[in-house]
T-cell receptor
Framework: NAGVTQTPKFQVLKTGQSMTLQCAQD?????MSWYRQDPGMGLRLIHY???????DQGEVPNGYNVSRSTTEDFPLRLLSAAPSQTSVYFC????????????????FGPGTRLLVL | AQSVTQLGSHVSVSEGALVLLRCNYS??????LFWYVQYPNQGLQLLLK??????LVKGINGFEAEFKKSETSFHLTKPSAHMSDAAEYFC????????????FGAGTRLTVKP
């Protein structure tokens, strides 16, 4: 198993450019999520998906779009990059979120470091 | 909504000394609690978690944590630090129930001195 993979590892963008961060998992997990990590703020949830065709917003969704056409892939799109989106982005997956709350272990990718100039 | 506070953004210990990383949460109901570790330039991986049952939870690499409801705490400990424990540690909380996602603390960076 490759686990959770993310590409690219590092990206530099100019303000206003758009790009897609790729995320894939080979564990047949239902739940996938995107977080951003900023110094002193921990990880904040951007968007998540509980299954193919189902997505929802997290804590900080503005400026980002997601889609989930397959179980394996969950790309994150930056529509018009801003310097405030400079961050490290992590994709994660877990077996499910469940009706009784989030008890499952999340498996994280290695991250994408994004710099917006 | 639940939240989590990690006391101390940086903790430094000597090799062989006790490691204590503090985590307090706020939640209207007994939550699910997690500790994740992030080694340099890597993603997070689960150290341990508490969902139900025994309040003292043992994890990987000799770490353990105790859920104390009366103190709303879930501190992480290890009796003897090793150089390889140097990393950033995140406490996370999730409330039982539908549509409650995981909230992470700000993280504590652990340095281990030889």
């Amino acid at each position: 198993n490759a686990g959770v993979t993310q590409t690219p590892k590092f990206q530099v963008l100019k303000t206003g450019q758009s790009m897609t961060l790729q995320c894939a998992q080979d564990m047949n997990h239902e739940y996938m999520s995107w977080y951003r990590q900023d110094p002193g703020m921990g990880l904040r949830l951007i968007h998540y998906s509980v299954g193919a065709g189902i997505t929802d917003q997290g804590e900080v969704p503005n400026g980002y779009n997601v889609s989930r056409s397959t179980t394996e892939d969950f790309p994150l799109r930056l529509l018009s990059a801003a310097p405030s989106q400079t961050s490290v982005y992590f994709c994660a997956s877990s077996y499910s979120r469940g009706l009784a709350g989030f008890q499952e272990t999340q498996y994280f990718g290695p991250g994408t470091r994004l710099l917006v100039l | 909504a639940q939240s989590v506070t990690q006391l101390g953004s940086h903790v430094s210990v000597s090799e062989g000394a006790l490691v204590l990383l503090r985590c307090n949460y706020s939640s209207s109901v007994p939550p699910y609690l997690f500790w994740y570790v992030q080694y340099p330039n890597q993603g997070l991986q689960l150290l341990l978690k508490y969902t139900t049952g025994a309040t003292l939870v043992k994890g990987i690499n000799g770490f353990e944590a105790e859920f104390k409801k009366s103190e709303t705490s879930f501190h992480l400990t290890k009796p003897s630090a090793h150089m390889s424990d140097a990393a950033e540690y995140f406490c996370a909380v999730s409330d039982p129930g539908v549509n409650n996602d995981m909230r992470f603390g700000a993280g504590t960076r652990l340095t281990v001195k030889p």
